[in-house]
């Protein structure tokens, strides 16, 4: 089992800037990918960004690339996202995500909102 708990959510002006934290615990395989998920109200959650843990490589979603920013520390156990020039469209429920082979983790996730 793997437990995420997320943090750094807020209320943000369009153009600021937030740092999410997802700080990670339990049976973490040495081979995984971690990412960061985001669903607005009435919408399917969808990628953001994701790093994998064997070469360190990251993937972004078009909307976010070149704001975002996803990185992991692995002494202190946390995954974040720093999130410049914060969009009105960026608003939503971010989610912390661990896929380690067949299995999907999830935390219970820090709420966005950008304010126009």
């Known amino acids: 089992q793997v437990q995420l708990v997320e943090s750094g959510g807020g209320l943000v002006q369009a153009g600021g800037s937030l740092r999410l934290s997802c700080v990670f615990s339990?049976?973490?395989?040495?081979?995984?990918?971690m990412a960061w998920y985001r669903q607005a109200p009435g919408k399917q959650r969808e990628l953001v960004a994701r790093?994998?843990?064997?070469?360190?490589?990251?993937n972004y979603a078009s909307p976010v690339k070149g704001r975002f920013t996803i990185s992991r520390d692995n002494v202190k156990n946390t995954l974040y996202l720093l999130m410049n020039s914060l969009k009105p469209e960026d608003d939503g429920v971010y989610y912390c995500n661990v896929r380690q082979g067949p299995s999907d983790y999830w935390g219970q996730g820090t709420q966005v909102t950008v304010s126009s």
């Open positions: 790093i994998y843990s064997s070469d360190g490589s990251t």
């Open positions: 339990g049976r973490l395989f040495a081979t995984n990918a």
